[in-house]
């Protein structure tokens, strides 16, 4: 089956869904878009993964990583392989020793995976033809029926950018917690800028 290789174009908060976002993955050769409703919770772990963000503790898509690599098992890509009424469903494609294995999974834990050991995101060709989008521009899909709000536009913004003023919040009380200035200077200006704005 022919797989589309696709990259994280952004994050938008969804007004109409309490917490919810829209995880918005783009093909690499076009300009198709496949939007994704996930959690809050999830979104955070994308963004901290793409931020590489080391918190003190393992957060479980960490724990899962740090698991996987006691056994010897090796996240060798995410697909995206089926859309059935509404709802988007992955696999994890891993490696132990000579052994491949499937291993279903919601696509924003697979994608929040995906980040963290930088292995490559696929989707079926058939999901990207029933659930694909064509944008004309690189920024994130808005519309008017479900009233998204863009928290990141393009591929050039910074992965701070995916995170909502509250989770930009919670990130520099972290950083804070973990005395990394550095790191509480950048959020702290982002929140500034954003206030400002």
């Known amino acids: ?23 918005i993955l783009g093909d690499k ?38 698991f996987a690599h006691e056994f010897g098992i090796e996240i060798m890509e995410v697909v995206i392989n089926r859309f059935r009424d509404g709802v988007y469903y992955a696999m994890l494609v891993c490696k132990q020793g000579d052994d491949l294995t499937m291993v279903d999974a919601r696509p924003s834990d697979a994608i929040a995976i995906a980040v963290r050991v930088g292995c490559e995101i696929y989707a079926y ?16 899909p808005t519309d008017s029926d479900s009233e998204k709000e863009p928290i990141n536009k393009g591929i050039g913004s910074t992965s701070l950018d995916l995170l909502d003023l509250g989770a ?30």
Not at 168 to 196: G, P, T, V
């Open 1 to 23: 089956m022919n797989k589309v290789n696709l990259e994280i174009i952004g994050l938008t908060y969804s007004e109409s869904s309490t917490g919810a976002y829209v995880l």
């Open 125 to 140: 060709e058939s999901v990207m033809e029933e659930a694909g989008i064509i944008m004309e521009s690189m920024e994130a």
């Open 168 to 197: 930009l919040e919670d990130l520099l009380q972290e950083a804070i917690d973990n005395e990394d200035y550095q790191k509480a200077a950048e959020i702290r200006d982002e929140i500034n800028r954003r206030k400002s704005s």
């Open 29 to 66: 050769l076009s300009q198709r878009r496949l939007p994704i409703v996930i959690g809050g919770a999830e979104a955070e772990s994308i963004a901290v993964g793409i931020e590489k963000h080391r918190n003190g503790r393992p957060l479980t898509h960490d724990l899962f990583l740090r």
